[in-house]
């Protein structure tokens, strides 16, 4: 047991708090699937959820754990993608303000949804030193509080809500639960529910090829660098921080990478077979499922389909 | 009261009959669309449904309502579009024989589908005379039990646990049911289980102008025709049949047409906002709502997606 890690305790009390502000979102099941995998799938629809993404469970587990004082300052937080809706989503429900530190390449649709949230927004140079100089200004002027996008316990607490959900709601014990992996608080979190709420549920994470810094960290027992970052899944290039890697390398059993190509794949049967609209970093965790049908074979498979934010107008098939 | 239709406990025995080889869809719900159209909507998700459309409900009904023997024979129906699959899948599912007659000019994805539930296909023109006599061939020469896609009491019976599933499951007592109408087998249905279920809710349907029949019908008490066919909404070109019109004439409050940019401005909505696959004839009930403010302000509204099935190549936006 990792003594600082958040506790069952932890993840019962964010779930009693985010619960108004989050949708329960709904398993679905597909018998197509099901035949392609061998097993029997369970895909959790994150994509459903506020904002498009399981992103908002943390971002508001985090925002909804400051104190009042804390609250009076404000958020902060640098993100181009959903955890910067994911704070503005969050701090818009308590009517308190929110910095959100965006690269100035930012796609124009991803600007106005975080405006569209009242947030305000600080552009910047698209280099990590950029935008952390740039958040940490904020946060020394206006005193708000920075809310990191992974290593954050609160936001780990906030992420394994979804996992616990998918336990409470398959209608079978689940012998797997897999998530995809980018800088580990959906992962950590969601290994954190299976151990505390169904201890025997072992847990996976899909990675992409691309982007292979988590199962190298895994193998070596350190936190890695990916060799190279080149992937369609844009929500996954982080690499694991202090808070999510512990976690992740004592209650994950294995990280499985997947080739865009694969990716794509999994992505359109998402899309044609089930009707979900799904990005890449969602499709990842079914990637590496269909990947490693002998693993599976006849296994009862939760899959968190991690969020749907995806821009219609440039899809890969 | 229409002494022929369908009543209350034919309704309730289709669910219990149909219910072990269906999906009971989610209703999800959507803050920014109760926004945008003033009220509450409760979406219930027939796209997620076998075949990716409602039409599975219905075809179920019919082919386990047959006796023993007529199932020996088998069943055949002339479609190119959701009520072929329905016929296929239900066949495939009591592993009885299936005989569908398509147009020549189907398109591959289509076929494809009927083929893989194991059915068997015969191509002809694509005139409505050439499918009938056609599918009128196979019985004749078969004994196979024609299914007719909405012009039949089994058929409107199975659509009716569509609108019975979303008035139990939504967590409010709904003032407006909205359907989109095509030949009328899902209205009629959604029509019977309200004045059933939900005695106090409306029911009104959605029309495509380009194919406008049912909305004259309704006006002038008999069944018409379009004046013109022109619309992206493919799945409702079909105009009244003599079962489903007594029926809506009786138990529906209005037919409201909308425009092919108004189906797709709902369309993109569903797609980019809800993350749901749809197919303009299930975006058809939205586009009404949202032009049609004024008449459900501060309603409660359940919208039945109807189906989504459409090919991710020539999306309209």
């Known amino acids: ?31 197509f699937l099901d035949d392609l995998a061998g097993g029997k799938l ?16 943390g971002g508001l587990n985090a925002v909804l754990s400051l ?13 181009s993608g959903n955890h910067a809706q994911a704070i503005a989503y969050s701090a818009a429900m308590l009517g308190i303000k929110a910095y959100i530190v965006m690269p100035d390449n930012s796609p124009q649709v991803k600007i106005k949804a975080v405006e569209g949230y009242g ?7 698209n280099t990590p030193e950029e935008r952390e100089s740039t958040v940490q200004k904020i946060v020394e002027k206006t005193g708000a509080t920075f809310i990191h996008p ?9 992420q394994a809500t979804a996992a616990k959900e998918l336990i409470e709601d398959a209608d079978r014990k689940l012998d797997v639960i897999i998530a995809p992996v980018g800088g580990g608080g959906l992962l950590s979190g969601t ?29 070596s027992g350190k936190i890695e660098r990916a060799p190279y970052i080149k992937t369609i899944a844009d929500g996954l290039l982080t690499y694991l921080g202090d808070k999510t890697f512990p976690i992740i390398r004592e209650y994950v059993t294995d990280i499985l990478t997947v080739s865009d190509e694969e990716i794509i794949g999994a992505m359109q049967y998402l899309w ?30 939760g899959i968190i389909i991690s969020g749907g934010n995806v821009d219609l107008g440039k899809l890969p098939f």
Chains 1, 2 share one sequence.
């Open 191 to 219: 290994a954190l529910s299976a151990h505390y709420f169904s201890p025997e549920t072992k847990v996976y994470a899909g990675e992409p090829e691309g982007a292979a810094d988590a199962v190298l960290s895994f193998r």
């Open 272 to 301: 044609e077979r089930m009707k979900i609209v799904v990005e890449p970093s969602g499709a990842v965790s079914l990637a590496a499922v269909l990947k490693n049908k002998e693993l599976f074979r006849r296994e009862k498979i």
């Open 150 to 158: 992974f290593n954050n316990y609160n936001v780990i607490t906030g």
């Open 119 to 125: 947030a305000q927004i600080t552009f910047c140079k």
């Open 67 to 79: 104190s009042a004082e804390e609250r009076s300052y404000g958020v902060a937080t640098h993100s």
């Open 42 to 57: 369970y895909f959790k629809c994150e994509n459903f959820q506020k904002i498009g993404a399981f992103k908002a469970r």
């Open 1 to 31: 047991m990792i003594e600082t890690a958040p506790n069952k305790e932890k993840i019962q009390q964010a779930h009693e708090l985010i619960t108004p502000y989050i949708h329960r979102t709904p398993i679905l099941t597909s018998l």
